[in-house]
């Protein structure tokens, strides 16, 4: 039986609909700390079990008779190293035979400030014997969609990534990878996968072909990470979440969301989702 934490969320349940394309629902488990919010998988046949990181006695109980884990990153940033680490010890204790871990692009280098409790993660699997795969998953092409409608709306992409280049995939591209690990027959335990979209692009060329696909005129607008801070804190976000998206456009200055290992088109069996096929998407809806 394979259990996927985190499922309730968007990657999660991508990767539970993936895996029902291969395997009978009784070899699903969806582990969600609000168990409520899984009804509609377990409409689907799958178990929901209760997984909350920040209760050990959960993930003990939901680890029972479970051979794959696949631990999604917590969305509780500064408190993920920590409970990670429980998952950890708990999968530690129940002998699981695998566990994937879903990390950022390139962790051991990577320059971007949410890179450290990944790193700590990765760290804590190597320190634990755990047999662990990790999914080095890049950018979602989603982070960006979400800024398109306010792209037409005034005729600006705002961020400080400049000139870099950013090779996102969309959340599907990196669910139906976790589903081919988690269910490949070769043995996966020790690898590392680097898994980032097939094109890249920068933040010039998605305004202008957000440009292109509305008709509207587009331009990109960069400016000093600060600048770019303060700018996310006035339209209301919440000040950690905005200093944490001009940090991750500044790293992607410095290359830190490029990568054309082109591994993730490699599980999937097929390209990754174009960044024209988001904004098309995106647009239309
Ligand atoms: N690569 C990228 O561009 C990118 C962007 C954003 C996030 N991420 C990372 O990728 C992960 C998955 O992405 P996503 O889009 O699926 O995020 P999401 O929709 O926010 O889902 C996060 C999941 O984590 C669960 N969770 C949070 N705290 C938990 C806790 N204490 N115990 C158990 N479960 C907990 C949430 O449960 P609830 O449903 O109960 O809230 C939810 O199911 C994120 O959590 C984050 O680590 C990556």
């Not at 039986?1 to 499922?7: E, K, N, P, S, V």
């Not at 000139?163 to 269910?183: F, P």
């Not at 989702?273 to 098309?280: D, E, G, M, N």
Request: charged share 20%; no cysteine.
């Amino acid at each position: 039986m394979i259990l996927i934490t985190g499922a309730t969320g968007q990657l999660g349940h991508l990767v539970i609909s993936a895996l029902l394309k291969s395997l009978p629902a009784q070899q699903v488990v969806a582990g969600a700390r609000n168990t409520g919010k899984a009804a509609d998988l377990a409409a689907r046949g799958v178990e929901v079990r209760e997984v909350d990181y920040e209760r050990p006695e959960t993930l003990e109980v939901a680890l029972v008779g479970i051979d794959k884990v696949l631990l999604i990153s917590s969305s509780e940033i500064g408190k993920r190293a920590r409970q990670h680490q429980a998952v950890i010890e708990a999968a530690k204790k129940a002998d699981v035979k695998l566990l994937a871990y879903t990390s950022v692009l390139h962790a051991e280098t990577s320059v971007l400030g949410l890179a450290e409790e990944h790193r700590q993660t990765e760290q804590a699997l190597v320190v634990s014997g755990v047999p662990s795969v990790i999914l080095r998953n890049g950018w979602y092409t989603e982070n960006y969609a979400a800024s398109i409608p306010m792209a037409v709306e005034h005729g600006f992409v705002l961020g400080s990534a400049g000139e870099g280049r950013i090779s996102s995939a969309t959340r599907q591209d990196y669910a139906e990878a976790a589903a081919a690990v988690l269910v490949s027959e070769e043995e996966q335990a020790g690898k590392i996968y680097e898994l980032a979209g097939d094109e890249a692009y920068t933040l010039t060329e998605l305004a202008a072909e957000v440009a292109r696909q509305s008709g509207k005129n587009i331009e990109y607008k960069d400016m000093p990470e600060e600048s770019y801070r303060g700018v996310l804190i006035d339209a209301g976000l919440p000040e950690p979440f905005a200093a944490l998206l001009a940090d991750s456009d500044a790293g992607a200055s410095r290359g830190a969301l490029f990568d054309d290992s082109h591994t993730l088109r490699q599980l999937i069996g097929r390209p990754t989702t174009s960044l024209t096929v988001v904004i098309a998407s995106t647009l239309a809806s």
